[in-house]
């Protein structure tokens, strides 16, 4: 299982970035469910926050510092996140962290249900 995460990059205050994120399985294991997906971010020096989250019934939780700028959404037919970000100012440079939680698949081994962790993508922020 793989989170596959992409969007983040530099932009200048104001600015505008969307990250995806979608979580990939091998031929041989199938995703029953997802209960909740969500964007986590890190910057330099700081603890690991929430940004936003997503249940797989589309109740949402976000940050307020990020309220009103950054919208999640999902496709859960393609067992994707995304994260539009817009109005960035610096303070939002971080690392950006996918996170699904109690993902529920089929192996061929059984049937197991774990939380997953994207690789972390950079979002810089910067005149």
């Known amino acids: 299982v793989q989170l596959v995460e992409s969007g983040g990059g530099f932009v200048q205050p104001g600015g505008s970035l969307r990250l995806s994120c979608e979580v990939s399985v091998s031929a041989a294991e199938q995703i029953l469910s997802i209960s909740a997906m969500g964007w986590y971010r890190q910057a330099p020096g700081k603890q690991r926050e929430l940004v936003a989250s997503i249940t797989s019934s589309g109740s949402v939780t976000s940050a307020d510092s990020v309220k009103g700028r950054f919208t999640i959404s999902e496709d859960n037919a393609k067992n994707t996140v995304f994260l539009q970000m817009n109005s960035l100012k610096p303070e939002d440079t971080a690392i950006y962290y996918c996170?699904?939680?109690?993902?529920?698949?089929?192996?061929?081994?059984?049937?197991?249900?774990?939380?997953?962790w994207g690789q972390g993508t950079q979002v810089t922020v910067s005149s």
């Open positions: 996170n699904a939680e109690r993902v529920v698949i089929t192996t061929t081994v059984g049937t197991i249900t774990t939380d997953y």
